[in-house]
């Protein structure tokens, strides 16, 4: 017990003085070097696969064409128009209902020939899930513009 005791105390006679194994000196804190990524390097995320089908029905059976469309960072995916259908979604924040309409100026046959588009995925970070039935193929792309073109 006398040798517990004077152990703990030239251990702490050592620590006081500074000269035990890891003197308690301030160090300053090591600050990076490279500075923070800039915000303008995030973004949210926008992914999207748009189809075309023939009928009142997005069933998979009756899926004519589909494209996939990301829009973040930078305007991809196989839509063949990407760049520009990615403009356009951007102009409406991603409201694929409030696209601009060229149907008023653009002349379509009146034949009863449904198409449903789906929307479907991410647009910057929100889920989407979106669908419209047109008349004819016509009214479908004076509608909705490049989005749907392909």
């Known amino acids: 017990m006398r040798h517990l005791r004077s152990t703990i105390a030239t251990a702490a006679a050592l620590l006081l003085s500074g000269t035990a194994l890891g003197t308690a000196v ?21 992914a999207l696969v748009l189809t075309v089908a023939k009928g009142t029905s997005a069933a998979p059976s009756t899926v004519e064409r589909a494209v996939t469309l990301d829009c973040a960072p930078r305007a991809t995916g196989t839509h063949p128009a990407a760049a520009a259908a990615c403009r356009e979604l ?7 209902a409030a696209l601009p309409s060229e149907l008023p100026q653009t002349f379509c046959t009146r034949e009863w020939d449904p198409v449903t588009v789906n929307a479907n995925g991410v647009w910057q970070g929100e889920r989407v899930a979106w669908s419209g039935t047109y008349n004819n193929a016509c009214e479908m ?9 392909f």
Do not use: H, N
């Open 141 to 149: 792309t004076a509608t909705l513009g490049v989005v749907f073109s």
């Open 26 to 46: 301030a160090q300053p804190i090591a600050r990076p070097t490279a500075p923070p990524a800039a915000a303008s390097s995030l973004y949210a995320p926008s």
């Open 90 to 96: 951007r102009a409406v924040d991603g409201d694929f």
